[in-house]
């Protein structure tokens, strides 16, 4: 509880420690320990009668480490993971809103993909990945300074490690936006996720991933469980709350405008959670494979146990059910993918499908909040599911001697991460968006909201 509270009191310091993590900055390179040393090798006499044999320089071993097939693999699970957003998750919120807004809705993911690109490459990534402190990076990497071709943990550049960190970065915030969907300015949406990703999404990342305080405890996030979804799905009901109500809710049909691409959406967003998965092994090897099984199983189970308990609650088992459901299964076996056996698959697809319809419809319900495409509903409730079911289904088959000991001591550990993640995104999120609505505001106004955010925000309409 101690190390929760500590993290609670970086949502003041992160606003006054770039003077400091400035200074930082000035630490020699040498005290990196992800990158490769690539240093000159000694000059050595050579006698005119005996040459002797060199050895190979630091750089050409740095070379020799770096591997082809991993590498073209997390290649193109970047690709997939960039696919999820532009153009799954865009298709997949797009054809839920009502036609007045689609353009908006999908515009909300392009310009995340573009704001959260070139934020990532300046300070994102370093204060996610480079050294620090156990709450959040230094400066040593801003704007990528230093990072070559040499081997991140002997198979792959770090370059290439940096783009594929950057999608997830790019997913998490396009995410919130199926909360704040139809009524959120798109000046204020922008202005929000630049600073989000740098005091909220990149700390976060380096208590998991980039060698901070919930990773040294032993926390485990395979793909973005918390880092991603729980993160996002908090940021967004938060939002929904500090946004309102659509006008109308509970008096107009809030139908959506266009299913058959919410379909398509979610079918792009299933095959690209390959890369996401999969690629989170950071190698071509048999725990990339296994994840992809893994993953394919809670899909497919979350998607039939959507659909069962729709069919028993409301008489028919919808189409968007079984979308929403693969996406549940989706979400719910990220934390988990690297760590669990089929059956542990099964079990926790089962249950999240279960567990998010119930996310969706009563928690929903009681929370009072307008979350438009039940974004906190599907992945903050999938992410929490899946986080603490981890704990439960980590294998020993699979994980070998780094299977936890103690599935009670773990699972501490996970809610542990948990509330932690839920409440510095909460209240983050909460200062971030207060300040930008005292400066420019965060809703439109109300006329600009009943002729719709496609009109009014970008000039344009779907005929």
Not at 229 to 258: C, D, T
Not at 293 to 317: C, D, H, N, P
Request: proline letters at 2%; hydrophobic letters at 55%; one cysteine or more.
């Amino acid at each position: 509880m101690r190390k929760i509270l500590l993290a609670l009191s970086l949502s003041g310091a992160l606003f006054g420690s770039s003077v400091a993590l400035a200074e930082e900055g000035s630490v020699p390179v040498s005290e990196e320990v992800t990158i490769v040393e690539v240093n000159a090798a000694p000059i050595e006499a050579v006698t005119p009668e005996v040459e002797t044999e060199k050895e190979p320089t630091a750089a050409v071993q740095a070379e020799e480490k770096l591997d082809t097939g991993d590498t073209a693999w997390i290649l193109v699970s970047t690709a997939l993971v960039l696919l999820m957003t532009i153009p799954g998750l865009a298709l997949f919120y797009g054809g839920m809103v009502r036609k007045k807004n689609v353009l908006s809705t999908m515009a909300h993911s392009f310009v995340a993909a573009a704001v959260v690109s070139i934020v990532w490459v300046v300070i994102g990534y370093t204060l996610a990945f480079s050294e620090g402190n156990a709450f959040v990076g230094g400066l040593d990497k801003i704007m990528l300074a230093g990072i070559t071709t040499d081997a991140l943990s002997g198979t792959i550049p770090e370059i290439l490690f940096v783009i594929f960190q950057m999608t997830f970065a790019i997913i998490t915030v396009a995410i919130i936006s199926g909360s704040i969907a139809e009524r959120m300015k798109f000046s204020a949406f922008i202005a929000f996720i630049t600073i989000w990703v740098i005091v909220v999404y990149a700390p976060i990342t380096h208590w998991v991933w980039g060698g901070g305080w919930l990773g040294n405890d032993g926390a485990l996030d395979f793909a973005g469980g918390t880092v991603v979804h729980i993160n996002s799905g908090v940021a967004g009901l938060v939002a929904a709350y500090m946004l309102g109500k659509r006008m109308g809710l509970g008096r107009e049909s809030m139908a959506p405008h266009n299913l058959t691409l919410t379909v398509i959406g979610a079918s792009l967003i299933w095959v690209g959670w390959f890369g996401f998965n999969g690629g989170s092994a950071l190698g071509a090897n048999g725990s990339a494979g296994y994840a992809l099984v893994v993953t394919q199983v809670a899909a497919a189970a979350a998607a039939i146990s959507w659909l069962v308990v729709e069919k028993i609650v409301r008489g028919k088992a919808s189409v968007l059910g079984g979308a929403s459901g693969a996406v549940a299964g989706l979400v719910v076996i990220t934390p988990a993918a690297g760590f669990v056996t089929v059956s542990g698959a099964l079990i926790m697809g089962l249950i999240g499908g279960v567990v998010c319809f119930w996310g969706i419809t009563a928690l929903k319900r009681a929370l009072k909040a307008d979350d438009s495409l039940d974004a906190f509903g599907l992945h903050g409730v999938g992410g929490i599911v899946g986080a603490i079911l981890t704990a439960f289904f980590a294998s020993e088959f699979i994980m070998g001697e780094n299977a936890p000991t103690n599935v009670l001591t773990q699972l501490w550990i996970q809610v542990e991460g948990v509330l932690a993640t839920i409440a510095y995104s909460a209240i983050l999120t909460f200062i971030i968006l207060k300040v930008i609505d005292l400066v420019i505001g965060i809703r439109v106004e109300s006329d600009d909201e009943r002729m719709g955010l496609d009109l009014s925000q970008h000039g344009e309409r779907i005929e």
